[in-house]
């Protein structure tokens, strides 16, 4: 189908963004466009306005500090964080990019947009939970930091109010991460997909059983899959998936990611 008319504007700064976004209710951030054209498209969302982020040098860029934390500007594409030298600091990140959908995808597609359309069955919403990665949001009352454990508020909602941005996601330093999915084909959609990371204890998030990623801890990958039983999950049944084979696989795939994570 194609787009209704719309109204476009591509603004040269956050601020000037931020301005446009508050001055009109119906004003959405386009960012890669992978999720929100589809959806416009299928008339499932019907903005009146497009605020393009995609001249916003202030929103891109990888930098890598001394103690090891990245901050990853949320209009970092999937390709250009797998092409990051300073990425390869936490090198899951640019692991799992690489397994998301197409070339195509994934030159266009951001993590900032991943993150913002929170589709509970999207690779990165269970990663940054899982390796502690934390949001800073910008509006025109000022900036405020969000741990992803609470940035995930439900199926497509997020902690970014309306005319707010996500402008940053900032990582921690650590390696020993792991991820696991099953898909609907090599690239395809997830129908349960988990990460975890490993320090001391161990921690994991997992997709596609829930509206918003589910974290559990546990004392080590041997204990991963009683703490995921004792979650009591209560995932989606579809034409996919039934719900029982999706609670079998959180179990299995949250002890696949723990045991990689700990392996390294
Ligand atoms: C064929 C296909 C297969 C796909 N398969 C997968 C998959 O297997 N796994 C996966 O994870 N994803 C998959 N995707 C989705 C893809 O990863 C999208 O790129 C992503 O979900 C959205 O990123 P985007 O940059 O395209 O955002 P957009 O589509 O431009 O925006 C998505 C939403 O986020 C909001 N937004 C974007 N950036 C910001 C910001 N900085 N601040 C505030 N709000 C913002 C927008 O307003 C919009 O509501 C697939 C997409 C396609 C087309």
Redesign the pocket.
Known sequence: MLLREVEYAKPASVAEALGLLAENDGA????????????MKARA?S?DALVD?NGLDE?KGIELAADGTLTIG??T??SELMASAEAKARPILGEVCA????V???N??????????N?P????PPLMCAIGARMT?VGQAGEREVPAEEFFLGV?M?A?GPG????RIAIPAGKHDGFAAV?LGA????ICNAAASVNGSVRVAIGCVDAVPVVITAGSPDEVAAAVRAADLDPPSDVHASAEYRRHLAEVLATRAAKEAAAR
Do not use: K
């Not at 959405?28 to 959806?39: F, P």
């Not at 266009?108 to 359309?117: A, D, E, F, H, K």
């Not at 707010?164 to 402008?167: A, F, G, I, P």
């Open positions: 959405r951030a386009l960012a890669g466009g992978q999720t929100l054209i589809n959806v969302a903005p982020l929103l949320a209009m594409t999937y397994t998301i959908a197409d195509q995808v994934r266009r597609g951001t993590l900032g947009g991943n993150v913002c359309s589709d069955t999207n690779h990165l949001i497509y997020t970014v707010e941005l996500l402008t898909t690239d395809g959609t997830c």
